[in-house]
């Protein structure tokens, strides 16, 4: 996701390199039928970008789900949130 993510960023001359741009991502297991199973992903993104390129991210971070192979091919089966946490960079 968070590769994906990045290329949509950098299509709109985002710059993701690893002081701007970082994840946190949490998860939730629960017994489900005597079985552990992963049920809920949450990623918390920050990125530090220039205040013009706002805009751009949020669209980026809007659309680029659809685009995630890997949360395409989980996202039947768990629960996959997301927010964008955004700073001016210094």
Avoid: W
């Avoid at 017994?31 to 949450?42: A, E």
Wanted: hydrophobic fraction near 45%.
């Amino acid at each position: 996701m968070m590769g994906t993510l990045a290329t949509v960023l950098a299509k709109k001359k985002i710059r993701t390199f690893q002081d701007r741009y970082m994840a946190t991502v949490t998860g939730d297991i629960e017994d489900v039928n005597g079985v552990l199973k992963i049920v809920r992903i949450h990623v918390h993104y920050n990125l530090k970008l220039p205040a013009d390129k706002r805009a751009d991210a949020e669209e980026a971070f809007n659309n680029y789900i659809t685009l995630c192979p890997a949360a395409q091919s989980v996202i039947e089966a768990i629960n996959i949130t997301h927010e964008l946490e955004m700073a001016d960079e210094a």
